[in-house]
């Protein structure tokens, strides 16, 4: 076999092959031989069809079917003689199989851009301080609260007699919306909690019960609330019986103190909101670091500029839709739901799969420059994090992640890291806030921020 490689662009090239008809022909006669073993025409007895009449009617396809397999069988070995490394399978231009000559054939591919990196060192990169935002600590108090909360039965001698937010009521639900019929028994329904529902818009109901309707049912009809619900269920009534078999009350406790004693994690509520305080800065503070490396990232594409193949960034976008897809999924929701289609998803995402995957490749090619790799201490190491972090058995943990090739992933995520750690070290890094809206518009830099993996 002969082979010629031709550069089309940075990310394409041809390969021309040749295979002397001396390998072609054995395989040619042979296919040729066995159809004839199994052709049935009419007038002639099985295998007795003869040679020419099968070259004549069978001779194209089983050309092409031979055509194929050389290819297939071929390609790899062709461009590996040329130190090429195929992203995609060859897009066949030309391909001649005849009797007495040698098989040709021409196909393109692509291949991984040859990224020298530059100017990598001494790069500008702003660090932000971290900072707490008073609305995370108090929604990880509220958190705390919430965890602490207890459902309790109403007291004896209750002077209301009307429901009240954060009254949990235990209701049977028989009916239908439409003909969609709708079955629960036992459901918890919380009064001003709209995500307890079960049908949008029950809510107005159940508000109104005097206390007393417990061991009572009743049958409403209503138009459910419309933005909530269900396309196809849209514009029909509710026709529903409700049983009350049962209301106990939240017993929130106060953020006090005591409360700050409950949780086992403090003396006091000021303690304890420092404490959350502390979490919170500490996660800012990892935050601000990710922002500047994307910084960092940024800069470095602008200063080493190259092509990308498109089959690269066809398969980020297709891993981001997919992505996207199962945390639609997750929520009981299709992209249909939302009003978007796989094409138009793809094409929001495409600028930030062609980030991602120029990204990885620049920082690939520094840690290949710098000989950043991943030692087996280190892989080890976070494995036993994983493992304590997740209270996993860490033999089996390994064994269940190298089945599903999960080890190679953790492993470049590790070296990705080693070299963002490297390109850190040898910023000149500067500690100054996010520049203000009125700033920005003033024409201060404002590099794109997107996010590097």
Known sequence: MESQIEKISAVEYRVRVEIPWESVSPRLDAKLRDLRKKARLPGFRPGKVPPQ????????????????????????????????????????????????????????????????????????????????????????????????????PLPEGIERTQTQAGD??????????????????????????????????????????????VGTSREVR????????????????????????????????????????????????????????DAVREEDKEQAEHEARQRLVT??????????????IAREVE??????????????????RVGMSEAQLGQQMRPQATFNVKAFLLLDAIGKAEAINVTEDELNEELKKMAEESNQNIDRMRATMEKNNQILLLRAQIREAKILDFLMEKAIVTEAPDPTPEAEAGGESGASEEAAT
């Open 53 to 152: 009449m099968i070259e004549r009617l069978f001779g194209k396809s089983v050309r092409d079917e031979l055509a194929r397999e050389l290819v297939d069988e071929t390609f790899q070995d062709a461009v590996v003689q040329h130190s090429k490394v195929p992203l995609t399978q060859p897009a066949l231009e030309s391909n001649d199989l005849a009797r007495g000559r040698p098989f040709t054939y021409s196909a393109r591919f692509e291949v991984p851009p040859e990224i020298e990196p530059k100017e990598y060192t001494g790069v500008e990169v702003r660090r932000r301080p971290a900072i707490v935002d008073d609305a995370k600590v108090d929604a990880q108090l509220k958190a705390k609260q919430d965890e602490l909360t207890e459902i309790q």
């Open 168 to 213: 949990v009521w235990t209701i049977d639900i028989e009916g239908s919306i439409g003909d969609t019929r709708i079955s629960r028994k036992d459901h918890s329904f919380v009064v001003g909690d709209e995500a307890s529902e079960l049908v949008p818009g029950l809510q107005a109901i159940v508000a109104e019960l005097p206390l007393s309707a």
């Open 222 to 277: 209503f138009l459910p609330t419309q933005e909530r619900i269900r396309s196809d269920l849209r514009g029909q009534d509710a026709v529903l019986t409700l049983g009350f078999r049962e209301v106990r009350q939240k017993v929130v406790p106060a953020l006090d103190d005591d409360f700050a004693r409950d949780t086992g994690e403090a003396e006091s509520i000021d303690e304890l909101r420092a404490k959350f305080a």
């Open 299 to 312: 800069t470095l594409l602008e200063r080493n500029d190259f092509e990308v193949a498109p089959s690269l």
């Open 319 to 336: 891993a981001q839709v997919d992505l996207f897809k199962r945390q639609l999924a997750q929520q009981g929701l299709s992209l249909a």
